[in-house]
């Protein structure tokens, strides 16, 4: 972080983030640190041979305050975890209240994996109003134009398994689109 000028800008937790703090345990994808998973409930997670670490488990606001910084120092969210993004979404509810947006991956096999891609669609619903997906925005820019969250269960429905996963913006009511309009 410090070769790259974010040292005090960008905070590491070593934790998963769940709905409750506590222990789960994580299955290693060794050569892809980028590819390893909470096993919750998963099928197939604890296949012979697979390397797996107990760690601990906080809600995102629990992590943010350990880290020392309050939530209004918050102005945005990264979410990349392999399916356990509606787990950032319901232990970040203060947040997206505050009108925080969250970047997240939409991969249906992983979200499948971690307790379906409904519960999924209907937690980000109770959330966020609108969302972008990420082609859209590398085509549009500022002048991407958001979508009802209504539309996310289709946006999930048309990911193929050529394409595994794809990348939204969770806007929550009242913040602005990146065109700057407000709903």
């Not at 974010?6 to 299955?27: I, P």
């Not at 604890?46 to 107990?54: I, K, L, V």
């Not at 990264?78 to 950032?88: H, I, K, L, Y």
């Not at 669609?121 to 990420?134: K, Q, S």
Request: glycine share 12%; with cysteine; charged share 20%.
């Amino acid at each position: 972080m410090v070769q790259n000028g974010l040292d005090g800008q960008v905070y590491m937790a070593r934790k998963a983030v769940a709905g409750e703090r506590g222990r789960l345990t994580m299955r290693l994808t060794p050569g892809n640190s980028g590819g390893s998973f909470v096993v919750g409930t998963a099928t197939g997670a604890r296949d012979a041979g697979a390397q797996f670490e107990e760690v601990e488990a906080d809600t995102l606001e629990a992590i943010l305050a350990e880290c020392g910084l309050a939530q209004e120092e918050v102005a945005f969210v990264w979410a990349d975890v392999q399916g356990c993004e509606t787990e950032v979404i319901a232990s970040g509810s203060a947040l997206w209240k505050r009108g925080v947006p969250l970047w997240a991956e939409v991969e249906p096999t992983s979200l499948g994996r971690q307790g379906g891609l409904d519960t999924f669609v209907n937690v980000a619903a109770a959330h966020f109003d609108r969302f972008i997906e990420a082609d859209e925005l590398k085509r549009e820019g500022a002048a991407a134009v958001p979508q009802p969250i209504s539309r996310l269960g289709r946006l999930v429905d048309s990911i193929t398994p050529e394409q595994v996963s794809t990348d939204v913006l969770l806007l929550p009511p009242g913040v602005a689109s990146p065109s700057g309009a407000a709903r």
